[in-house]
Each structure stands twice: as C-alpha cells, then as structure tokens.
C-alpha cells in the first residue's frame, strides 16, 4: 500500500499521541471493519488534529477542540475504565460517570498542552494490518532536530463505532502508562475514587 504523508508540526504529533490514547480488549468483527476503514480512521484524525494545530486559535480553543477529537474518535468510557483498572470494579455507575468526564478532560489538557514541543515535522502512514483480535495501522513520526520513531496505532470496533484502542510508541504501551500514572494517583489519595476524581480536576 502506498505510503500516505502528513505534513506535521511536532505540536501536532504531541496531540496526535494523545488523541490515540485508548484502551481496552476489544475483538473485531470482521464483516463491519477492516485493514483499509482503519487506515482511514487514522487518516482522518491526523489530518483533523493538524487543522487544530494550523488554526492559530489560543490554548484554550485547541484543547477544547482536542478532546472534541479523543471523544469522537475513542470510546472514552472504555478507555476510562481500562485507565482505572481494578478499581473499576467495585465503582458505583455515577463515580464511574463522573470519573470518566474528569479523565476525558485531563488526559487532553495532559496531552494538549505538549504541542508546543513538537516544531517542524510530520508523520507518515506506512501500513497497516490485522493483529490479533484487531487492527493495527503502522506509522514514522519524523520531527525536526530529532530521530524518526516507530508509531503503531491499534484500532477496532467492538463497541459499535471505528475507534482507537492504543497506541505504541518505540515499543512503549501508552494505555499502559496511564493506568500505572492513574493507580498511582489513587494511591496518593488513599483509595478514594471520589477524591481522585476532585484531583484529576485541577492537573
């Protein structure tokens, strides 16, 4: 398949990262999804997340118009849950609720608020094809002044819709990593759901 370039700035990558964040043990039905409709999926957000960053529009407007991206393009609440992990499990519906809206808005100002690190550079589409139980669509970000690393976006459909579960960066399993940075805020505070969700409000 031929190789599809974006041209990027490296804010944009950082925003590109952070809207791929997703989660979950998702499998796909094949009849509904396929290699290409998930190399399209991640077409499609690169080229949006790069409109956002071209606009010139403030901070505030890019990371409102951000997470407009993650929750049209994730399905946040299994991303949420898969976020929280085991503690997911004895949560009421209305704390997973309100957990879930908190962690939508911090993991985009998280996130968001890196663009300004990623100056010149873009992000090639390579490949893309199944794994496992689900898509992954295979991609090079190449950034000024730095050395091009490996970007391994998994996509799927299980929960009705085209959406990211993950993404791989060099290896690195960013679901992964906000489970591990979200268990270790609920252990700051002491276990308590309700207090991590007042938290996640104010990073």
């Known amino acids: 398949m031929k190789t599809k370039v974006f041209t990027y700035s490296r804010r ?3 925003l590109a990262l952070a809207a791929s964040l997703t989660v979950g043990a998702w499998h796909t039905s094949a009849a ?9 999926l991640v077409d499609k957000v690169v080229a949006e997340i790069n409109a956002i960053i071209d606009s010139g529009d ?3 407007k890019m990371l409102a118009d951000f997470e407009s991206i993650f929750v049209r393009y994730a399905d946040v609440p299994i ?3 898969s976020a929280l992990g085991i503690a997911a499990k004895s949560a009421s519906s209305a704390q997973l609720n309100a957990f879930t809206r908190v962690f939508q ?4 100002r998280k996130y968001g608020r890196r663009f300004r690190e990623f100056i010149g550079g873009r992000i090639e589409v390579t490949d893309a094809q199944p794994l496992k139980s689900y898509f992954e669509v295979v991609s090079i970000a190449i ?3 730095a050395q091009p690393f490996d970007l391994r976006w998994h996509v799927s459909s299980k929960s009705g819709q085209d ?6 960066i ?4 960013l679901l992964t990593v906000e489970r591990v940075e979200i268990g270790a805020l609920l252990d700051k505070n002491k276990g308590n759901l309700d207090a991590l969700i007042e938290n996640l409000k104010r990073i």
């Open 12 to 14: 944009g990558v950082s």
């Open 32 to 40: 509904a999804f396929d290699v290409s409709t998930a190399r399209t």
């Open 58 to 60: 403030s901070e505030p």
């Open 79 to 81: 991303i949420a849950r």
């Open 105 to 108: 808005g911090y993991i985009s």
């Open 143 to 145: 950034l000024k002044d």
């Open 163 to 168: 959406r990211f579960f993950n993404l791989v």
């Open 170 to 173: 060099e290896g690195v399993n």
